[in-house]
């Protein structure tokens, strides 16, 4: 038998190779190979050496086996021997690691049983803990929680014997992985164990190490944080009752510590107290912890974070106290004693209520009040007449609103405890305590509303919060009386002028009751609002806005049932307004309005969609396409239709709605739309009186269209916007259909009609490039065009505009096939890198890079489009090396397109991407910077701004050039508009904060000096960010805390 | 409690006369928000002048005088030293108790502040009206004269108070107090 000699030999050198040796003689004992007992007397002669070390590992051998034991290995008597032996090895302190490994192992064992736990237990409390190492107090401990697992009556049958020698084994533990352990021990100790006759000697082993102030070291290898050990520590505190006599005079005393994280714990730990010691207990200490936590409410202002741990302690306090009382507390309960103080103190300081304690003392009362329903309720019965009266006294407005505000908090409560109308959960047993005085607060607050001066505004916007808040406590008004709330605030969102901030807490409080009572919404404010629609934009009366209107209407259309009310009774607007002869702002509001509601999601089916398209689409392409092939006065007041404005506004709803149709409608309204708008076949769509004249006339994709058929091109733009990429688009050869946009996009001199075409070829390009041979067309289009813009650089002509649109055509098709991932397109796009050199051209070039990088509507996943991740920074690494290169070689009047199109690039890339280039970047910024145009320096100026607060080290360097030049266009008005000499202001102002103060302060004095005169910058803007900015140079040389 | 008022009247901050909140709930209505016709997103076409917003706010040539109001914001939302409140929620400053005389045809323009103190023998009477000073003084443009007071009758030695602010010299030794800076540091942190 060599084992113990080679395991001892291995153990230091090779650790894996002595576990193989302990796993094998494990498994020799179970196969019976092997005895334990020869095992343990072979390590004799090693158990007396002389060398320490070696009496540890042999035991650690012994140790090692039994970890790999099966549980069921052993027999009772084998236990017993092995226990009492490894027990008489704790007198060897060398081992003491070794040996509680063993004990661990060996209490794991199934016919490990009291008897040996007790002498385990007893055998252990003996150690000196302290003076070993953390990692052997680890391992004791480890054994003392697996004992405390397994073995929890023994040890709770040795009663004091266990808990003495316990306490004082770990007295003076520091280690936190320790205290994680011996907070857990105790915790058992604290709620299962007989203690009361030991509570003076766990209390002093518990508090002693209140309160945390333990930082981990930055390479903490176990990972515990202070939170961990205070909240650990904060239940061992809470855990018995029997510590209240103790802990809280304690925790009282340290609440006047400096430390805003200990008196934080302070508060924590008392309200963990309060909540778990039950309700005898609390009651006797209830006074005195009021006593000292109103102090951490009443002394400080909203918002505190003290504040809001010390109210939670005073509410946790009432929680407790309400323990088993179902109706109202008589005088002499413990609740209504505390409570009465609390009231008694909280009413002297409300008497006047805009003094600075009068808020917290409204925040005491409510937050108490959300403990229970009988606490609510005693606090609701004791203040509400005195409330009332001190309204009834106020003379001032002010203070009337400032008690409201009180009472709105009581409101809050009472609707935290009864809930509000429809909840699932149950219903209190007790009676609202606020019914009572349902009519006296209706009639202060309707009054407070409806009745003030609209100067009020304070006044009135704490009714409103006040009254809304009334309505959604579950049974508290009647349907009558929200009803005439929803009135109110029916008038209050539609009052002319005024600051919007009531207007918009009207609506919300509108939203809040069409939550609870929806009918009321559509029986009372859907009429309502609909009445002060005029009928037509020459009614417009300046008194009534129908902007405003529709935008009430809009927000209050989300609910499904609401939404289709609302859709019928704007598209009868609609007509209406059209007959009254409309400008294009009346009807393109109302429309707007609808596409507000469908942006916004609202909750509808696939059914609704349908429904949607049937009720909106069709009829509007009706109105919009029959006037341009209809001549009779009949369809004249509808031409407006064609205006771009509205023709936008449609094509959005086309949009929306044909998007979220399933493949197979789309596949029919494709076609339908195709008919229409490129074959000219009869479709359903249009009434059967026109579909013929509509099919004949109606020709948008020729040379010879009118304006009014040529805008309508962007409605089947939207429309193709919307649908799936696998329907086909049947009978059309994309590349033709492309080819002929590309000569109407070069061709027409109106812009929207120029652009409808364009982002049509995009999405073409995009989505239906599927045929065998489309890509290959595709090219050779894009190719042609390239060719001539190419043709006409040479330097000597003039500059054509025929030519620039067909390089804006080129780079939409660019931007189309990048994106999905294209090799040609990266093709193109190092062909228009080179033509940024080009004086001609090169500026058209220059802004197609916003193109290539830049987000539109069209191309996007919504809309279906193929979009490969990572193409920006594909565009990035591919195009900013040649553009600084191109740079480098440009001559002063092509420089210009350079930066345009790095601004570009840099304005749609992640600042991450950018980040790392930026040193090469740098200089070419600088550059931009003395650049006349202010979107190039508006967009140099962000891009600053990113990396001065991202990455402050790659700017550090060019501090005296960067401040030189911001400072100058914050100063030179001439050149810089206002946005841009705020902006430079902004960026100018990260610099203290951001860099290191010693690489600033030599500039510090010419900073100052010069935003001196900023100061006095004609813009109030500008000024205000002169202020901000010279204010944050000014504080640079204060020491930093 | 000497000196000092332990539980002041305190205003509303919604309620403070401002034109910064006017001007940062500039409400588009979301009915025209995003909704930017799509012919109107050329990137080949400069500036998208008509679209964004082409309000007065970019025109230099209306020039937007300094006045009361601007004052006001300037020095309302300093700290007062003994609570944690501003100078406006404390009605320390009030805008109807501020003057500005700004001719642009004179050389030299005029600011006039008057202080209440929440109580008439406020210790601190001093430091507040110390710390507007050096507020205005790095805020606004040189060609004004301030004149930063106590209002009269408000405190019991609101002379003597005057008398201090207004001297040149007292001033500067003051502003070289490091103790004194300190807190008048602290005061200007929360100014917005």
Redesign the interface.
Known sequence: MLSPRLYILNVDKDPAEASRISKESAKQIQDKELKLLDLVQSLGGYLTDDDKTTRAKAIGYLSSVLGYLDPKALSRQQVAVIAQFLCDRLEDETGLKETSRGLFALQKSSRFGKEEATLVSSAICKVDLQKHPQGTRFVVLTLIDGLMANQRDALKAMGGKFITGFTELVGGEKDPRNLMIVFSIVKVILVEFDIVQHIEILFDVVYCYFPITFKPPPDDPYGITAQDLKFRLRECIASTKYFAGHVFPQLIEKLDSTSLSVKKDVLQTITACALSYGPQTISTHSTQLWDAVKFEVL???EEDELATEALSAIRAIAETLSFGLKSSPPATSPLARYLSGIIKECLK?LQ?P????AKPAGKILSKSATASAVALSFIVEKTMPALLLIHGDADDL?KQ??LMEILNLLFQSTLEIFGTWGDITAEQVLSNPLTEYTDKLFEIYSQALMGSSREE??LRITALKGLVLLCRIRKLFQENEIGMVVQYLDQVSLEVGGK??IKELALQGLKDISKIKPNLIMDITFPAFMAQLPDSENEVNPSKPY?AT??AL??LSLGRSVFQVLLTRLLNKLDVVLRGKSGPMYPR?IL??L??VL?KKPESSQEDVKTYFARLVIPLLGKTIIPTTDDSSEFEDFRIMTD??IL??T??LFNIIIRSLGFEEQIIVSRQLIDIFVLGIPSEYIPKTHAEIVARDFKPLQQTANKEQAGCT?LLT?ALAGLRREVVLTALSIPELIQQNVELATRTSH??Q???HV?LIALLANKWMKKPGDSDLLQKITADLLESVFNSMSGVQEYDNLVGQKL?TVLWITKAIVVRGDRYGMEITERIVGLLGDKNYGP?AG??F??LL?D???ITKGNYAIIRPLTKQKIFTFCVPKIVEGFRAADSTTKPNYLVALS?ILRNVPSAVILPELGRLLPLLLQSLDLPD??VKSATIETLLITVTESADAVKEHISSLSARLLNACMN?EEN???IRSAALRCLRIFPGAVRTDLLLPYRRQVIRSL??V??D????V?KEA?DC??KW??LD?PED | MDGKN???????A??LPT?RQA?R?K?V????S??V???A???????KVEFSDSDE??D?S???P?DEQ?IYD?IATISDPE???TLGELAVVNLHHIKVTDDPSTIISNVLVELTPTINHCSLATVIGLGVRVRLE??????FRFDVRIREGTHATGDQVNKQLNDKERVASALENETLMGVV?KM?ET?K
């Open positions: 002394n400080t202002t300081l006047e805009q003094q600075k304690q002010a609103r400032a505004m304070s919007g901030e902007t529709l935008e809009a927000k509001a707007s309005t596409l507000y942006q771009d404005s936008d506004v094509g959005r962007i939207y812009s929207a120029r652009m409808a982002y804006q058209t802004k197609g916003a193109v830049g539109d509507e069209f570009n202010p979107n008005r508009p206002p946005r001196m005169t100061l006095d004609p813009k109030r803007n000024r202020v010279r204010a000014y504080s204060e | 332990a539980n002041p009247t305190i205003l509303n919604s309620d034109r001007q709930k409400v209505s979301p009915l025209a995003g909704l016709p799509a012919y997103q050329d990137p080949f076409v400069g500036n706010s970019e230099d209306v020039v937007e300094i601007e300037l609570h944690p409140l790095q805020a606004l443009p040189p060609r540091g200007l100014c």
